[in-house]
């Protein structure tokens, strides 16, 4: 079916499509889309994409099918679907980089913790080198100075 917009001096022409074409063809991208005529709160009449989600929810308005200055489009065309492919496609190269994503930060995380259990394991060595199997027993300062005037009177660290 053609219709005719008028602007002015001006006509425009364009093949309408029937709602059950464009509901095929959302079908076809996924079997929860399908289009519907809605009223907006200005009592304007849009026509809208819809997903059902179901289980008992109430269906989710995706698109609404509207030019650049956010007027109605008031008739159905393939301009629909083809917004809704770009969204589609767009979707999925988002779900792709997601994952990519995903699969970086779990190399990340075991290469942080390779390095981790490498660098412990290297503390640990050091460490049990320091004490040569002996117990470490705190140290504390006035001890530290005690020893330090016992080395200056020349007299051994066990009297």
Sequence with gaps: MLTETRYGAFAVVHEVAAPAAINARLRRLSPKLFVEQ???Y???????????????HPPITVY??????????RDLSDGIVVEMERRAQNRMTMLEAGRKADEANAKLKELHRADFLYEAAQVAEEWARMTR????V??????????????RRGLPEWA
């Design 42 to 56: 200005g009592h304007e009449r849009v026509w809208c994409v819809v997903e059902d989600v179901g289980l008992g």
């Design 138 to 151: 705190p140290r504390s300062r006035a001890l530290q100075l005690a020893r330090q005037r016992k080395r």
């Design 64 to 73: 609404e099918y509207r030019d650049e200055h956010g007027r109605p489009i």
């Design 38 to 40: 809605q009223l907006t």
């Design 133 to 136: 199997g002996r117990a470490v």
